[in-house]
């Protein structure tokens, strides 16, 4: 089923955000799939292509990329409902993102996680009121990863919050980092900072801009609000081009001592995927595939309750 929902009504950050609701609707449970920036709900990203081991380059030696046909959301999805596991899943688009526009047009301010955030929770709050779901499990990736984390550090009432499952996730040291090995990130923040460009908007539906970075700046230890006893898969990996690892390391050190927390560093000189971003390749969409399923149905089984029928 699929529909949309206006969060932030009669605010100026007023949006309606594309829903796709799938799986057993009637369960108790539901999964929360928040893709990554420049996707959709699908989560579909692109990986390298790779001809006799290395990676094939054009006449300008730049690495040839393919757009997956399938997403990562969806392959998870379907893996849920085929392995009969009781839950519904719900995929949206983040604003500015597949479905989820106004008027077919986008918000072009800078782009901010609160906002996000704030988007994630009308979406949430609506459907469990229609639904009724009580037992809440999120998947995020980068982007989503860290709408997902500034919506749980503010929310007030964590209980129907049963697991969180992070995918190569963004960060605020990522976005406002100013370390000259930090590559990608560290080139967009110089020219932002240096004024060369107000925005930078390659990804499609971010606007990064001054206002992203002070925003990151001002939660540089958001991280530190997860303590709060939610079990969290954090899945990293070494090789990943975007999410510097030092960035993953560090999280995951200061992650470490919490209860209930599961680092998963996937890494394999085989994969060639894994030297880019998200586990878009096939063979390590399948392995990212087996960590969240498995680690969703744990979670899922766990909260196991059943609704009265009369």
Not at 38 to 58: A, S
Not at 256 to 270: C, G, H, T
Request: aromatic share 10%; net charge positive; with cysteine.
């Amino acid at each position: 089923m699929e529909d949309f929902i206006t969060v932030q009504k009669r605010t100026k950050d007023e949006w309606n955000i594309g829903y796709t609701l799938e799986g057993n609707i009637s369960s108790n449970n539901l999964v929360v799939m928040v893709h990554g920036g420049g996707y959709d709900r699908d989560e579909n990203g692109f990986y390298p292509c790779i001809e006799n081991g290395t990676v094939k380059r054009d006449e300008n030696g730049k690495a040839i990329f393919i757009k997956k046909p399938y997403g990562n959301y969806q392959r998870l999805s379907y893996e849920l409902q085929a392995n009969d596991i009781d839950t519904a899943i719900l995929r949206i688009d983040l604003r500015n993102h597949g479905k989820s526009l106004v008027n077919g047009k986008m918000d072009e301010r800078d782009t901010s996680f609160v906002r996000f955030a704030n988007d994630l929770d009308g979406v949430i709050k609506q459907i469990k009121s229609k639904y009724g779901y009580q037992n809440i499990h999120i998947v995020g990736t980068c982007a989503g990863a860290l709408t997902t984390i500034y919506y749980i550090a503010n929310k007030k009432d964590k209980e129907d919050i049963k697991s969180l499952t992070l995918i190569s996730p963004l960060s605020p040291n990522a976005l406002c980092t100013t370390n000259p090995n930090h590559g990608f990130n560290y080139k967009k923040n110089m020219l932002l900072l240096n004024g060369k460009i107000k925005q930078f908007t390659k990804m499609h539906g971010m606007f990064e801009g001054i206002k992203t970075i002070r925003e990151a700046r001002n939660n540089m230890n958001i991280y530190e609000k997860l303590n709060n006893g939610i079990p969290i898969c954090y899945i990293a990996s070494p090789t990943d081009r975007i999410i510097p690892y030092d960035i993953s390391l560090d999280i995951i050190n200061k992650l470490s001592n919490y209860d209930n927390f599961k680092p998963i560093i996937l890494y394999d000189k085989e994969i060639r995927g894994n030297a880019d971003h998200c586990f878009y390749d096939p063979q390590s969409s399948d392995r990212l595939l087996m960590v969240c399923t498995e680690f969703l149905s744990e979670q899922i089984t766990k909260n196991k309750s059943y609704r009265l029928v009369i």
